[in-house]
């Protein structure tokens, strides 16, 4: 169990630093938000599999060291009066616990907002308004509006624009999925950053759809004025944070140098993490080898 948590942190590391290095900063926002999430379900399921690979006894690199289950070493240990090793399991159950009642009560506040707001159907969209501050906000095919604005403004058509992008790129399973994964695997780290860029990227999606065949320097502006308020972490908010980078990914004409190579680069890097974690390495003993040392 703990080799697999090792793993699968260092698996999740690995690839996130190909993203953080390569892909950040650029301009492809389909291909992040998709390798993002699959490098988040990767780093899950790789260090599951257990592809036998036998290699020679002479190879005792730190790479070996590190994925091989090989050889099992038993080890006598001294009677404990108290197993520790049981205390972890519990805080680590109780910590689970909290972060699932955390997103059970986020969606459950959703859900009284919608309540209490009036709604209507627009097509297969329920169209809510609401003086909730957050909104506009979307969850799934809920839309959020705050009633004290007009839609029929500048300032409406582009929100609405924006939000309805959100629907129907269906960016909700995007975030309810990451949500679920860092609820069970809290303590990895590098879980939290992905979830930070997908939401990021969401929002230059979105902008990108919103600003489309209109002035882009007034809709930064709209960004820039309106960027107040709080959200919580399911929905998909306007005024998201991270607005610096939303403005100048919004505003930058620069297309991205070396594109197909930056991207022809997760090759090396998902056979490195299969290499690494997939697969299990054994010695391979001489023929020559004695049975009685074996």
Same mark, same amino acid.
């Given at each position: 169990?703990?080799?697999? @948590? ?10 996130? /630093? #190909? ?13 992040n938000r998709?390798?993002?999430l ?25 790479v ?8 099992a070493v ?10 520790y ?8 159950g109780?910590?689970? @616990?909290?972060m699932? +009642? ?6 459950s ?6 309540r %209490?707001g ?16 957050d909104a506009p906000?979307?969850f ?15 300032? $409406? ?7 309805m ?11 309810? +999925?990451?949500?679920?994964i ?8 590098? +879980? ?5 860029e997908?939401k990021t990227i969401?929002?230059?999606? %979105?902008?990108?759809h ?6 882009? $320097?007034?809709? %930064? ?7 107040i308020g !709080?959200?919580?972490?399911l929905i998909n908010? +306007?005024?998201h ?12 004409s ?5 594109q ?5 680069l997760v @090759?090396?890097? /998902? ?5 690494l ?6 010695? !391979?003993?001489?023929?020559? #080898?004695?049975? %009685?040392?074996?």
């Amino acid at each position: 169990m703990i080799t697999y @948590l090792i793993q699968m942190m260092a698996c999740s590391g690995i690839l996130y /630093a #190909y993203y953080y290095f390569f892909l950040r900063n650029e301009k492809f926002h389909q291909y992040n938000r998709f390798y993002l999430l699959i490098a988040m379900a990767l780093s899950l399921l790789l260090p599951l599999l257990k592809i036998p690979v036998t290699i020679k006894d002479t190879d005792t690199s730190p790479v070996y060291a590190f994925v091989s289950t090989g050889e099992a070493v038993v080890v006598t240990a001294v009677k404990k009066s108290f197993d520790y090793s049981q205390l972890l399991y519990v805080i680590y159950g109780c910590v689970v @616990l909290w972060m699932l +009642f955390r997103l059970v009560k986020a969606i459950s506040e959703v859900i009284r907002i919608k309540r %209490a707001g009036h709604a209507e159907l627009v097509e297969d969209i329920r169209f809510i308004k609401t003086p909730h501050p957050d909104a506009p906000f979307s969850f799934f095919k809920w839309l959020f509006w705050n009633e004290r604005t007009p839609l029929e403004s500048t300032e $409406g058509i582009h929100m609405f624009k924006h939000e309805m992008y959100h629907i129907r790129s269906k960016h909700s399973r995007d975030l309810l +999925f990451m949500e679920i994964i860092i609820s069970i695997f809290w303590f990895n780290p590098f +879980f939290y950053l992905y979830r930070k860029e997908v939401k990021t990227i969401q929002e230059f999606l %979105a902008d990108q759809h919103a600003a489309a065949n209109s002035d882009t $320097g007034s809709y %930064a502006e709209l960004l820039l004025m309106r960027a107040i308020g !709080r959200h919580q972490q399911l929905i998909n908010p +306007f005024f998201h944070n991270q607005l610096k980078r939303r403005i100048t990914m919004l505003t930058s004409s620069k297309k991205p140098q070396y594109q197909w190579l930056r991207k022809l680069l997760v @090759l090396p890097v /998902a056979i490195t993490a299969i290499a690494l974690f997939a697969f299990t390495y054994e010695k !391979r003993l001489p023929q020559w #080898y004695p049975t %009685a040392c074996k």
